[in-house]
């Protein structure tokens, strides 16, 4: 579940903020004039996050290899050099 709050209420109530996500699981955006500024997250939804990163940037790199000819991975060039040694 996502809440969210202003800036200034952030600030006022921040231990209350961090209790509420750590403990409670919270996710709260915090709202700059008006808009969605920063978000605070438990370490395990920001450890999620950046796996999904690794994921998708996996993908993106297997497909870069798949459809461009002559696209060498760094793998590629390291068992080269190695081969060449």
Do not use: Y
Not at 32 to 40: D, E, L, M, N, P
Not at 44 to 73: H, P, Y
């Amino acid at each position: 579940m996502t809440n969210i709050i202003n800036l200034t209420e952030a600030c006022v109530n921040f231990q209350d903020v961090l209790n509420r996500v750590e403990h409670g699981g919270e996710r709260i955006v915090i709202e700059r004039h008006g808009k969605a500024a920063v978000a605070i997250v438990t370490v395990e939804d920001l450890k999620r996050l950046e796996d999904l990163e690794d994921v998708i940037a996996s993908r993106q790199l297997q497909q870069a290899v798949e459809q461009n000819d002559g696209f060498v991975t760094l793998e590629a060039i390291v068992q080269r050099r190695e081969i060449n040694q």
